[in-house]
C-alpha cells in the first residue's frame, strides 16, 4: 500500500545516509591529521572515536535486522509463517500473462481462492495454508509483476487474470482478498461478465473501495502530497530501479524497512510475521510495487458489490491505518447481501497477526455459502427428478 512503501523509501534513504556516514568516520579515522610534535616530527594521529562510532554505524547497517526484530515484535508460539512455495505451476493468464498457481487441499474440497496484499506473494498465506487447507481446496496465486508471475500491472489486468485464475481452480469458488487482492475482487464484479455461478461468495480483509489515499490515515494530507511528491517518488523509483532495490536490500539489512512495515501491524506481531512481510516486500521489484501504487491512485470501484448475488464478508482491524474500518463499513453497507466482523487490536496486516480469527471467519463463511450451493444443488436435482415420467 502507498503509506507503506512511501516510509520503506524514506527509511531506506536514511539507512542509506547512515552508511554514508559510517564510511566518512572510517575514512577521516584512516586519514587522521598530521601533527609537528616536540623534536619537530611530522605525526599522523588519528580519532578513536570515529573508528569505533563507524564500525558501529557499519555493524547496524549490515546486521541491524536482528536486535531490531528483538525491539519491534514478539516471538513465535507456533510454527512460524516463511516464505516456503508448495508446488504450484504457471498458467496462461489475461493479455500474454504468465501467472504462478499453487493449490493445496484436498482434491474435490470445496474450492477458496486468495488474492494477496500489494508488494507481497501468495507465500504470505502460510498461515492460511495451513489451517484451511485442513478442509478446503485452497489456491494461492502471484498477483502480475510480484512473485513468479509477470504481466501489465493494472487492477483491471489483475481482475481479467483473476478470471483465469478462478477458470483453472474449477468448480464454484469463495474469492478472498486481502488489500489489493481485496480492491481486484471488486473490480471483477464491475465487469458486467464477471458474474458467473462459478462466485458463490466473497471474502474481503481490510481492503478499500476507491483510491486509498482517500481511505488511510492522514488522507487530507495524503491527496495534497500525491502529485507534487508522491507519484514523482514513485516515477523515480520506476527509472531508478535498481539503486532503489539495491537501497531496500540495504534497508532490509539495517532493520530500517523492518521499522517502516511495522506500522502496518497492531498488537500482536511476532518477529517470523514482520521478517516474512519485510522480505517479500524487499525482494518484490521496486519498480513493480511503484506502478500497482500508482495504478491504485487512479482506481474506484464505489458500489461494486451492490449488485453482487454472492453474499460478502468483510473483516476490518479495528487500528488499520491503511484501509480504515471505515471503508470496510462502506463496502458492507453497500452489498446486497454482507455481513461485517472487525478485529481488535489489529492494523492492515490483521490476517497475519490475528491468523486464526480471520481464518476461522473465512472458514464458517465458506463453509455456510457451500452448505447453501449444496443445498440448492440438490433441491434442483429434486425439482428435475420430480417431473420426470
Given amino acids: 500500500m502507498p503509506l507503506i512503501a512511501l516510509l520503506r523509501l524514506l527509511f531506506s534513504v536514511a539507512s542509506l545516509a547512515l552508511l554514508g556516514f559510517a564510511g566518512y568516520l572510517l575514512w577521516t579515522w584512516y586519514e587522521g591529521y598530521v601533527v609537528v610534535d616536540a623534536v619537530d616530527d611530522l605525526v599522523r594521529l588519528r580519532e578513536q572515536w570515529r573508528l569505533w562510532t563507524g564500525l558501529a554505524l557499519l555493524g547496524w547497517s549490515l546486521f541491524g535486522r536482528l536486535p531490531m526484530l528483538l525491539l519491534l515484535a514478539g516471538p513465535d508460539r507456533e510454527a512460524p509463517t516463511r516464505p516456503v512455495r508448495g508446488n504450484g505451476e504457471i498458467i496462461d493468464g489475461f493479455n500474454g500473462a504468465r501467472l504462478y498457481v499453487e493449490a493445496h487441499g484436498p482434491e474435490g474440497a470445496p474450492v477458496l481462492v486468495l488474492t494477496h496484499g500489494w508488494g507481497l506473494d501468495s507465500t504470505i498465506w502460510c ?222 496486516m490483521g490476517f497475519l497477526e490475528r491468523h486464526a480469527d480471520y481464518n476461522t471467519a473465512i472458514a464458517e463463511f465458506a463453509s455456510s455459502v457451500f452448505a447453501r450451493v449444496d443445498a440448492e444443488a440438490s433441491l434442483g436435482v429434486q425439482s428435475a427428478s420430480g417431473r420426470m415420467p
Avoid at 483465469?164 to 478472498?176: H, K
Avoid at 461494486?304 to 480504515?324: H, K, S
Wanted: glycine share 10%.
Fill in 127 to 348: 498461515y492460511a495454508r495451513r489451517q484451511l487447507a485442513q478442509r478446503f481446496r485452497v489456491v494461492v496465486w502471484d498477483l502480475p509483476g510480484l512473485g513468479r508471475s509477470r504481466g501489465a500491472i493494472s487492477l483491471d489486468a489483475f481482475a481479467r487474470n483473476l478470471e483465469a485464475v478462478i477458470r483453472w481452480a474449477g468448480g464454484p469458488v469463495v474469492l478472498v482478498g486481502h488489500s489489493i487482492g481485496g480492491m481486484t475482487i471488486q473490480t471483477l464484479f464491475q465487469h458486467t461478465d464477471a458474474q458467473s455461478a462459478r462466485i458463490c461468495g466473497v471474502v474481503l480483509l481490510n481492503t478499500t473501495y476507491t483510491n486509498p489515499l482517500k481511505t488511510m490515515i492522514w488522507s487530507r494530507l495524503m491527496l495534497a502530497l500525491r502529485r507534487p511528491l508522491i507519484e514523482p517518488m514513485m516515477r523515480l523509483a520506476i527509472l531508478l530501479q535498481p539503486l532503489v532495490w539495491l537501497g531496500a536490500w540495504q534497508g532490509y539489512l539495517s532493520g530500517s524497512a523492518h521499522l517502516a512495515n511495522r506500522i502496518g501491524f497492531g498488537r500482536y506481531p511476532t518477529r517470523s510475521q514482520l521478517d516474512h512481510n519485510t522480505l517479500l516486500a524487499t525482494r518484490n521489484p521496486p519498480g513493480a510495487s511503484a506502478r500497482g501504487n500508482l495504478a491504485m491512485f487512479r482506481w474506484d470501484a464505489v458500489g461494486a458489490m451492490a449488485e453482487a448475488a454472492a453474499p460478502v464478508l468483510v473483516v476490518t482491524g479495528q487500528r488499520d491505518i491503511v484501509t480504515r474500518p471505515s471503508a470496510g463499513q462502506a463496502i458492507a453497507a453497500a452489498a446486497t447481501s454482507s455481513a461485517l466482523i472487525e478485529v481488535q487490536g489489529v492494523n492492515h
